[in-house]
Nanobody
């Protein structure tokens, strides 16, 4: 089992930055692919960023490319999502997730463990 706890969400003005953290505990963290997903009211959950452990490949949704950056610190068992130039449409609950098979996929079904989510609100 892996437990994931997100933090860093909150209210920010449009154009501002926010950094989310996801602390992992349980099984060894370093062998998982990690992803950040978000779900806005009335919308489906979508992957905004993913990072494979083995090859270091990253995935970014088109809507966040150039603005968001996923990274991980295996020594701290933590994955981060740096979000810059935030827009009101980035408002959502953000979830981190761990993929035991290290696919780095953007499909939610590939992920085995999920955090509880952290709400981010971007005001215009």
């Amino acid at each position: 089992q892996v437990q994931l706890v997100e933090s860093g969400g909150g209210l920010v003005q449009a154009g501002g930055p926010l950094r989310l953290s996801c602390a992992a505990s349980g099984r060894p963290f370093s062998s998982y692919a990690m992803g950040w997903f978000r779900q806005a009211p009335g919308k489906e959950r979508e992957c905004v960023a993913a990072l494979r452990w083995s090859a270091g490949n990253t995935y970014y949704a088109d809507s966040v490319k150039g603005r968001f950056r996923i990274s991980r610190d295996n020594d701290k068992n933590t994955v981060y999502l740096q979000m810059n130039s935030l827009k009101p449409e980035d408002t959502a609950v953000y979830y981190c997730a761990a993929d035991w098979h290290d696919t780095g996929s953007y499909y939610a079904d590939e992920y085995d463990y999920w955090g509880q989510g952290t709400k981010d609100t971007v005001s215009s």
